[in-house]
């Protein structure tokens, strides 16, 4: 098995893990209850979720609050992917452009769209199933925690 392939299963098994609450905190077991993993190679996932009922505020929609976790997840499952070492957040930013409802699919994408030294930004984007509209787009930055890299003489 080719080392990008084995950085993919693996970021595959830990945003299933989370979404079956076998690992991580029982916020992100409700937020990414019933997500489905499409498709995932080095640096990009696609998956379907389904809001539920959990999930939702007091009008029915889609929680703000569970959506960036999902967001914050789907995204750092696909830095992995890429660099295979774990990431933390220095800026995450999302921009809310429509609501989901209870019961309403929906797809996120999300994928790795720079690299400088020990940082990496990823591009996160929730649409609507149906008919493909913007709901929310996530746009993250982490930087690696891996001490193998040479750190700068700065």
Do not use: P
């Not at 976790?69 to 921009?95: M, N, Q, R």
Request: proline share 0%; hydrophobic share 40%; with cysteine.
């Amino acid at each position: 098995m080719e080392e990008s392939d084995r950085k993919v299963q693996i970021s595959n098994r830990w945003l299933q893990a989370l979404s079956k609450g076998t690992t991580g905190h029982q916020l992100e077991a409700f937020s990414l209850d019933g997500l489905e993993i499409l498709e995932a190679h080095e640096g990009f996932i696609r998956c379907n979720f389904v809001v539920s009922n959990r999930i939702s505020d007091g009008n029915g929609n889609w929680h703000v609050g569970a959506m960036a976790t999902l967001i914050d997840d789907v995204g750092a499952a696909a830095i992995f992917s890429l660099s295979g070492h774990v990431k933390a957040s220095l800026d995450f930013s999302i921009s809310c452009y429509s609501t989901a409802k209870i019961q309403e699919e929906v797809e996120i994408e999300a994928k790795a769209v720079g690299e400088k030294g020990r940082l990496m930004s990823v591009l996160i984007e929730v649409r609507r199933k149906g008919n493909g509209e913007l709901i929310a787009l996530g746009k993250q930055w982490m930087a690696s925690n891996n001490n193998a890299i040479k750190a700068s003489k700065l």
